[in-house]
């Protein structure tokens, strides 16, 4: 579920939690945009807090990271 999305548009905000939730991520806390990549904090599937790097372009993750 989309618990806090911070700067962003609402019906984009969705679209990427609904996104991300369909990849298996959920509590996703904060979408923060960096030009053209956005930056989201969220819980993956196996329970690990990540900061996931999408492509603002196609909405594609580029890399995911522990966040510690």
Same mark, same amino acid.
């Given at each position: 579920s989309v618990a806090v $999305?911070?700067?962003t548009w609402p019906a984009l905000a969705a679209a990427i939690g609904a996104a %991300?939730?369909?990849a298996g991520y959920r509590d996703v806390r904060?979408?923060?945009?960096?030009?053209? $990549?956005w930056s989201v904090?969220?819980?993956?599937?196996?329970?690990r807090?990540?900061? %996931?790097?999408l492509s603002g372009y196609d909405g594609s993750?580029?890399?995911v990271q522990n966040d510690d």
């Open positions: $999305l911070v700067g %991300l939730s369909s904060e979408l923060e945009r960096d030009g053209a $990549l904090d969220a819980v993956a599937a196996d329970g807090r990540v900061e %996931l790097r993750v580029l890399s």
